[in-house]
Structures are given as structure tokens and as C-alpha cells.
């Protein structure tokens, strides 16, 4: 790289210096169960999707399908189309800058915004019917 920048602008490449500025620029896109558009995570380096979705916070989330994970690379082949794949999310899969880490949403959790407020305080995503005190 150093020889390159020093042809680029005519000079000895010993009078130039390289240095890379964030070895881990970029971002890491999701899409998750949260209400949340699209929204952007730093891209720390080696992650696999569960670290990667404990550190956006989506572990905790009540509503997350953690069996309907998928992650989409935007250019795998260099020059070919997206591929989606659906992964586990316990498995090793190591995430990659400009990725989309997209996460189900439960099936309580979708029927809880689909009832009017006064029903959802006794659906199934809210706790009802309460467990018997022992």
C-alpha cells in the first residue's frame, strides 16, 4: 500500500507513510423484533451473531425468536447478489462489517400488538393466565 500511495503522487517510497486509521470500520446492520427500523452497530471485529446480538441488547428482549435468525451478506462472491441465510443462534457463524442480523419476533409478541390495549393486559405475551401461588 505504501508503494502504491508513493507512485500516486509522484514520490520515493520511503517519503510516504501508510497507517491505518480503524482497523474495524464499519458497521453491522439489524433488524429486530424491538418495533426498531434498521439501525447500525459498530462492527467490533470476530463476532459471532450471538455476541453480536447480546451486545446490541436483543438477548433480553421477550419478544425475539431466536429460531428465526437470518443474516444477509450483501456481497459474498464479490460482484454477486445478497445471500440470506438462516442461522442458529448458537452457532460459531462469525459476522462480517455490512452484514444484516435480522431476528424473529415470538408469536406472543405479535399477537399481543395485534389486540386492543385493554385485552393485550391478559394475553398470553403479558403473563395471563397468571401461575397458581403455591
Keep these: 500500500m ?10 520515493p517510497a520511503d517519503a510516504v507513510s501508510v497507517e491505518l486509521l480503524d482497523p474495524r470500520a464499519g458497521v453491522i446492520y439489524l433488524a429486530g423484533p424491538d418495533g426498531r427500523r434498521l439501525r447500525a452497530v459498530p462492527h467490533v471485529g470476530a463476532e459471532t451473531v ?15 425468536d431466536f ?24 452457532a460459531d457463524t462469525l459476522l462480517a462489517p455490512g452484514d444484516t442480523v435480522t ?8 399477537l399481543a400488538k395485534a389486540l386492543p390495549g385493554w385485552l ?13 401461588a403455591r
Design 2 to 11: 505504501q508503494h502504491a500511495a508513493a507512485a500516486a503522487v509522484n514520490l
Design 50 to 64: 450471538a455476541g453480536f446480538l447480546h451486545r446490541a441488547g436483543v438477548a433480553t428482549l421477550p419478544a425475539a
Design 67 to 90: 429460531g428465526a435468525v437470518t443474516v444477509t451478506r450483501p456481497d459474498p462472491a464479490g460482484g454477486g447478489p445478497p445471500v440470506t441465510v438462516a442461522v442458529s443462534f448458537a
Design 103 to 110: 431476528v424473529g419476533e415470538t408469536w406472543q409478541s405479535r
Design 120 to 132: 393485550a393486559a391478559v394475553s398470553p405475551a403479558a403473563g395471563w393466565p397468571p401461575t397458581a
